[in-house]
């Protein structure tokens, strides 16, 4: 897979890809993800990439000419499955978007700032916007990280144990149920006995009680899905 960042902060994006699960699926050859800035691609000699709302009104607009020869020239060299644009009015990303775009071989994402885009941008290039909640970011980059990490983790190879992507929360619209390590006893607080021994039937039917019961309580909205 083939992800290019569109930004004018890459330096803001750059480190969640150089540790840990991303950083190691990079080096493995399982993802790719380039950087590229916007301000690369402007033609204006102080290299600005906004300007003001037509109509007037208070905020800058990012411009359609830098971010058209941008997503031009990288669309001239291969084929995109999707070209998403982070915004705050997008759809709200979910497990189900991760699933669906981990799938795809290559995809460009646009990071907003400002006001956001001209809209013509929108109309013209984007084929999917995310919002990653309801709330406004200062830019886009911080939700582009978190879009990366919940699709690059689902990459087959990238996660050591293939089951445990599948096991994740929200995977069967069920939260995870509680987890224990060792020790089995610290400060006086115990591990659920029925956790030792080895009964995996019953081990697995308490986990999957345990997590129905966490989901009903914590967001029984998804038990409506
Ligand atoms: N840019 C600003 N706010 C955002 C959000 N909530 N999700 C995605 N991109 C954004």
Redesign the pocket.
């Known amino acids: 897979m083939r992800i290019d960042i569109i930004t004018v902060l890459p330096e803001l994006l750059k480190s969640p890809f150089e540790a840990s699960i991303l950083k190691r699926a990079i080096d493995a050859g399982l993802v790719e993800v380039n950087f590229h800035n916007l301000r690369d691609y402007t033609s204006d000699k102080y290299k600005s990439i906004d300007d003001t709302q037509f109509g007037g009104g208070a905020g800058m607009v990012m411009m359609i000419e830098p971010i058209d020869k941008c997503i031009s020239h990288l669309k001239s060299q291969r084929d995109y499955d999707e070209i998403i644009y982070?915004?705050?009015d997008?759809e709200t990303l979910k497990q189900g978007i991760a699933n669906h775009l981990s799938l795809k071989e290559n995809i460009i994402i646009l990071?907003?700032h400002y006001k956001g885009v001209d809209q013509r941008v929108r109309d013209q290039f984007i084929t999917k916007e995310?919002?990653?909640?309801?709330?406004?970011?200062?830019?886009?980059e911080l939700?582009a990280a978190v879009l990366c990490d919940s699709i690059i983790r689902l990459i087959p190879g990238v996660l050591g144990n293939e089951t445990s992507a599948l096991t994740d929360s929200f995977q069967d619209n069920l939260l995870a149920p509680p987890i224990y390590t060792k020790p089995r006893e610290y400060k006086g607080w115990k591990v659920p006995e029925l956790l030792f021994g080895g009964n995996t039937p019953k081990i697995e039917k308490w986990r999957e009680e345990q997590a129905y019961l966490r989901t009903k309580e914590r967001r029984p909205d998804l038990l409506d899905d």
Not at 130 to 140: A, F, P, T
């Open positions: 982070m915004t705050p997008g990071c907003g995310i919002s990653i909640g309801d709330y406004v970011l200062s830019g886009g939700g």
